[in-house]
């Protein structure tokens, strides 16, 4: 079965077992946002104990304060009501495995995946690159208590975030699902 097969599938007993979820009102029921880490890892409606319906769950590369992630912050509170959000870092991130450099370098040689020997990153297959990945910042991470006090500190100095609104700052542990939480980032992040 194909991943595109496996994925109907799934959705087809989603459909069956739906119920009255589409009665579910747009705004977030516990009005509450989560930036956090793609991470295939991280579940938030399990570790942040969400239902369907219940806060805005904003997602990208290292969990990172982003423009476009302080634009779904700042919409999920402007037009949907939210009154605390959370910025959620993970151990074991893929983010710490690489700088903007090195990423930088491999799309300049190649698109295709790159492999990871535990030390360092190279192409299998050469050719077929592209420059424009020198003028992107690709958010990396040197230090996860450190990036989400920034992160937090970036969504709390931006013009269009009220100061109202607390913003925590944890890390997620991979190996044991505690959420941890970073007091310099949370006291960064005070209303």
Known sequence: MTILAEVLAANDQYVADFGDKG?????????FAILTCMDARLDPAKYAGLSEGDAHVIRNAGGRASDDAIR??????????????????????????FCDEVMADLLDDSLETAAFDGTAWSNPKHGGGCTAGHFVKWLT???????????????????????????????????????????????????
């Open 23 to 31: 009665r579910l009102a747009l705004p977030p029921a516990r009005r």
């Open 141 to 191: 991470i040197a230090s996860q208590e450190e990036s989400v006090y920034q992160d937090v500190k970036r969504v709390r100095e931006h013009p269009l975030v009220p100061k109202y609104i607390p913003i925590y700052g944890f890390i997620y542990d991979v190996k044991s699902g505690k959420l941890i939480e970073v007091p310099k980032a949370t006291e960064a992040g005070r209303a």
């Open 72 to 97: 779904s912050l700042v919409i999920s509170h402007k037009l949907l009501g939210t009154l605390e959000w959370f910025v959620i870092h993970h151990t074991d991130c893929g983010m710490e495995l």
